[in-house]
């Protein structure tokens, strides 16, 4: 019984754990500006960040380490500083995008501008990071992020034509007002904002902090490949309100306040309250584990002790590092920046960076000195090789496509 | 031998760098800016006025209808203003080189100065700072703000 709570649990986490900021908006945005012709990035998507983050997972179950750890000590140090400056950077505007999201998300609530929420967004998830258990961190953000499920409820109270949505998924048309190059320049950013890197690192530092062994592979894969892509279908279901009710309306998303106004049709005030708990969740939910993931990656890298296991007098400087990204987060956000524009910037940069983060877990992966016999097998390397070059077609493209469209305009 | 692989070399790092940069300068050129000059700035202007007073309409309509609370029908109505001031810095101060981009620009910042006022109005009413004008009359008036400014701008 205890077991398949504990597996319950783990799905249901990786569910409400899954979406971000990047993910609310990206798919917002395309919903409403493309309807469901984007849904199949979706879908490419998760079936990538299932794979890669079950290798993760399962180099740190069968080694003891973090992927980070073995990336230094086999491929050496130059072409992991390499992979630790581009994950750092797309690491550090991620948590960047997920502290003015929880901002967001209370002025929603509140009506009290977003630098007022600032620094208690950032306040709360330095003393998170700090103090709270991982385990308790861990579920309660992804249970409370499961009431984004709201979204999905939404779209059978909108009473849609299915047939119509079901069309615009599976023969994908570019509308008049778009160009083929915004089409491909958002088919990267949902693509980006389903593979971020942060989640990957925070999948394998996190299995260490759980203490994973391969008796856990089992379990761990469950919660991967059912909890990613029922997290994958509430991002269908969110481009899917958007679709319903803003494309037709005309009103193109450009904040957040307008994600939740298909929700507040469908459902009133009652699946607003529910919805603006799920949005302060899942942001909050992905600061934590962003501000842990910049955390994990540079003590990883430079040696240091790290881990919420660890009391954090042991392992100060890992906790220097979190209250350093977390400040300056919170910072670049008092520039008076955009905190939606700099979501939609940090999941184009995720694409740029996808290479330099996946393919040395693909190397570490395949190395029997490490992994044993849980060696990748043929199938999941040539599903893995299939995916490297569509992360990398996907990472050329991002810039050039990025300058064409005006950033997606 | 070996100076003649060192000068092989080093023209070949030449040429990539200026086929990189003919590249950047060639893609520089396809930026929405440069490739559709002030028509297209205007365009892109008025499709994001367009959709923040449509956004604004919808943001009324549910409160009218009791479905939003009154903070977030304030923050949509808020969003919807910014979006339109960020139009507007937008194409203010863009230099037009023929009359009908001069009457363009003068529609359009004449329309979002006004629907600037109506968003900021809207907002008024629902932090009951003042009663006018009704709510329902906010919401027609953006909504065919909205429709004017797209039928007339073509």
Redesign the interface.
């Known amino acids: 019984m205890g077991k398949i709570f504990s597996v319950a649990l783990g799905i249901l986490t990786a569910i409400g754990g899954f979406l971000d900021i990047g993910d609310l908006v990206t798919n917002a945005v395309v919903g409403s500006r493309f309807g469901l012709a984007l849904a199949w990035v979706v879908v490419v998507g998760v079936i990538g960040i299932c794979l890669y983050a079950n290798m993760a997972g399962k180099v740190a179950a069968v080694s003891g380490r973090a992927t980070f750890e073995i990336i230094r000590e086999r491929l050496g140090p130059r072409v992991a500083a390499a992979n630790l400056s581009a994950s750092f950077f797309i690491n550090l505007m991620t948590l960047t995008a997920e502290i003015g999201g929880v901002a967001l998300a209370l002025?929603?609530?509140?009506?009290v501008g977003r630098m007022m929420w600032i620094p208690v967004a950032a306040f709360a998830v330095w003393v998170v990071v700090w103090r709270v258990k991982f385990s308790i961190m861990e579920n309660v953000t992804g249970l409370l992020g499961l009431f984004l499920i709201v979204f999905a409820i939404s779209v059978f109270a909108l009473h849609p034509n299915w047939g119509d949505l079901v069309h615009q998924a599976t023969a994908p048309v570019i509308s008049e007002k778009e160009s083929a190059a915004t089409y491909w320049y958002f088919a990267i950013a949902l693509f980006g904002a389903a593979m971020t890197p942060y989640e990957v690192f925070f999948f394998s530092s996190g299995a260490v902090e759980e203490h994973w062994t391969k008796k856990d592979l089992g379990t761990s894969r469950l919660n991967v490949m059912v909890g990613f892509p029922l997290g994958g279908v509430l991002s269908i279901a969110i481009a899917s309100c958007a679709a319903i009710v803003l494309l037709p309306?005309?009103?193109?998303v450009?904040?957040l306040?307008?994600i939740?106004?298909p929700v507040?049709?469908a459902g009133?005030?009652l699946l607003?309250a529910f919805v603006i708990v799920g949005i302060v969740a899942a942001t909050f939910g992905a600061a934590l584990e962003t501000a842990l993931s910049a955390g994990y990656i540079l003590a990883q890298f430079l040696g240091w002790p790290w881990g919420k296991f660890r009391r954090p007098a042991e392992a100060a400087r890992f906790h220097v590092v979190m209250f350093v990204a977390i400040v300056a987060g919170a910072a670049v956000l008092y520039t008076g920046i955009d905190p939606i524009m700099v979501t939609e910037y940090s999941v184009v940069f995720s694409a740029i960076a996808l290479p330099l983060t996946y393919l040395p877990i693909l190397i570490v992966a395949n190395d029997s000195e490490y992994m044993g016999e849980e060696t990748n097998g043929r199938v999941t390397n040539m599903l893995s090789s299939v995916y490297l070059v569509i992360i990398l077609a996907a990472s050329l493209a991002a810039i050039?496509l990025m300058?064409?469209?005006?950033g997606g305009? | 031998m070996a100076q003649q692989g060192e000068r092989l070399r080093r023209w070949r790092a030449i040429a990539l760098l200026a086929a990189f940069f003919v590249g950047l300068g060639l893609?520089?050129t396809?930026?929405?800016?440069n490739r559709d000059g002030m028509p297209g700035q205007l365009a892109?202007a008025m499709?994001?006025t367009?959709?923040?007073a449509?956004?604004g309409a919808?943001?009324l309509d549910?409160w009218i209808k009791?479905?939003?609370?009154?903070?977030?029908a304030?923050?949509?109505i808020s969003?919807a203003r910014?979006?339109v001031v960020k139009a507007y810095k937008g194409i203010a101060d863009l230099r037009a080189e023929d009359s009908t981009d001069i009457s363009r620009q003068r529609m359009l910042t004449e329309s979002m100065t006004s629907i600037i006022g109506q968003l900021n109005a809207a907002s008024a009413v629902i932090r009951s700072i003042q009663h006018e004008p009704a709510p329902e009359k906010a919401r027609d008036d953006l909504a065919a703000a909205a429709d004017a400014l797209e039928s007339g701008y073509r």
């Open positions: 002025q929603l609530a509140t009506d309306g005309q009103i193109e450009t904040s306040s307008q939740t106004m507040v049709i009133g005030k607003l050039p300058i064409v469209t005006g305009q | 893609l520089l396809q930026c929405p800016a892109q499709d994001e367009v959709t923040a449509r956004s919808l943001a549910l009791q479905r939003s609370t009154n903070q977030l304030s923050v949509q969003d910014d979006e």
